[in-house]
């Protein structure tokens, strides 16, 4: 039987990967490759990503070469490469995952456009979720537009058991033979980006590490810890579903694993993570049925919302970006964020609603910014958190919920750890204490740390007239 190209794009892992699995138990042999794509380069730039990228898919390389195979790095447009390997291998088929992304829809129908002509087949697995994109739906037939009901339904629906991972991957001679092209993974110039100062490494094996770690120390404790950006009590494996080095299958099913074996509060944690993963996955879904979030409000009466412009806007965005807002939490987010390419999912809210509803900074501004310095990147879910957070996406109280950032300092980081770490100034400051989160209280400040950029009370009465002229203006 003709070989098959088993086409990696976010499932960069041999265990629980379905595209890969279904190409070995249907051919003879395969041949695995990644198409380094310009939009890789481009629209998706972000230095971080292309780090843990690299990293993964020189993993991904030597795992491969473990089992008897070789990874193969052609360059795009990803239609011509995958048909110029079809014909070099007299391949029959392609397999990949199916892609809920618009940039990934329209690089399938790119991929079947170049393929078919030639009779080879693109064949597109259910691979990222655990339950495909858009396909839950309400009794009435429609999409679910609010998590609670969507996350009732996806509890109840079908997973797919994980694959294992193969003993051996099958792949022609020629293939192998050094001198059968592919472009080295250290050539490209986006795989040589530095990325973060302390970007999240990716491969595989560091995702493993990450979720057994996880799962050791903090799964059973999650409902108690997660909010608590000073603590180690999230599982920070956000890259590595991004980008697939986990096999989201096996994730679920290991997780289900623990819940069996877990007392009462356990289990409450256990479900609160899975809780985490259904909203990854409503997020997936309303993008893969509103395609439109990507550059407009889920709700579209906020396309009228008066966000600031001008000279002061600018600044004030300056100095969000920067940290230097004079709010110890804000600033110390901004900080990780910089420093890690990741952030706390808590801390994520409190500097996407100060951005939005202390600066009146338009959300698209602020989503951007993360897109370019996060290593997940994950447009649905940094779409839908941003969104959430600006009061313009799904949920039903949209704009009343503005977080006090001295309060959310309080309640979530107590003794101040998260601060101190991220923000020198005040780590060594005498006068911290209660005022750590309020320092302008002090009868002493922080010389070096700035005073607030917005006063919170007089923010947040701003931000509710500018609400009320939208409303009214229905």
């Known amino acids: 039987m003709a070989p098959a190209i088993v086409w990696f794009r976010r499932n960069l892992r041999l265990d629980d990967n379905v595209p890969l699995d279904a190409a070995l138990r249907g051919h003879d042999a395969v041949v695995p490759v990644f198409v380094l794509d310009d939009h890789y380069l481009t629209e998706d730039l972000s230095p971080p990503r292309l780090r843990f990228l690299s990293e993964s898919l020189r993993e991904l390389e030597s795992e491969l070469a473990a089992k008897g195979s070789r990874l193969l790095v052609r360059k795009g447009p990803s239609g011509e490469a995958l048909a110029a390997l079809a014909r070099e291998t007299g391949a029959g088929a392609v397999y990949s995952h199916a892609d809920h992304e618009p940039h990934g829809a329209a ?6 456009g170049a393929l078919s002509p030639q009779g080879t087949r693109l064949r597109l697995l259910p691979d990222l979720h655990l ?7 309400t009794e009435a037939g429609k999409p679910f537009t609010v998590y609670t009901p969507f996350s009732r339904r996806w509890r109840e629906a079908d997973k797919a058991a994980p694959v294992p991972g193969p003993a051996r991957v099958a792949t022609p001679e020629a293939v192998l033979d050094p001198g059968f092209p592919s472009l080295p993974t250290s050539r490209p110039r986006g795989f040589r980006f530095e ?3 302390a970007n999240p490494p990716g491969g595989a094996r560091a995702g493993r590490g990450l979720w057994e770690a996880f799962r050791a120390r903090a799964l059973r404790r999650y409902s108690d810890e997660r909010d608590l950006p000073g603590v180690e009590g999230t599982s920070r494996l956000s890259p590595h579903l991004r980008f697939g080095t986990l096999g989201i299958r096996r994730l679920l099913a290991e997780a289900r694993e623990e819940w069996r074996e877990a007392d009462a509060a356990g289990r409450r944690s256990i479900d609160a993570f899975v809780g985490e993963l259904a909203w990854r996955e409503f997020y997936a879904s309303i993008l893969a049925v509103f395609p439109r979030v990507l550059a407009e409000s889920f709700r579209p009466e906020f396309e009228r919302f008066p966000w600031a412009t001008g000279e002061t806007a600018e600044e004030r965005f300056a100095a969000w970006r920067d940290g230097k807002t004079g709010y110890p939490i804000v600033d110390a987010g901004m900080r990780q964020l910089a420093h890690e390419g990741w952030m706390h999912n ?4 409190v500097v996407a609603s100060f951005l939005t509803k202390h600066l009146l900074v338009d959300w698209r501004r602020g989503e951007a910014l993360f897109r370019a310095r996060l290593a997940d990147g994950d447009p649905a879910s940094n779409n839908g958190g941003w969104q959430w957070s600006a009061g313009c996406g799904t949920d039903a109280q949209p704009f009343f919920r503005i977080f006090n950032p001295v309060l959310q300092g309080e309640r979530f980081d107590p003794d101040g750890a998260y601060v101190r770490r991220w923000v020198p100034e005040l780590a060594g400051w005498k006068g911290a204490g209660r005022d750590l989160h ?22 947040r009465a701003k931000a509710l007239a500018a609400f009320e002229t939208l409303r009214s203006s229905r």
């Open 107 to 112: 690089l399938a129908r790119e991929v079947e």
């Open 346 to 349: 808590r801390v994520r809210m």
């Open 195 to 197: 990325g973060a100062p």
């Open 131 to 137: 339950v495909p994109p858009g396909s839950l739906r």
């Open 438 to 459: 309020a320092p302008w209280r002090s009868k002493s400040p922080p010389a070096d740390y700035p005073a607030p950029l917005v006063d919170h009370a007089a923010a």
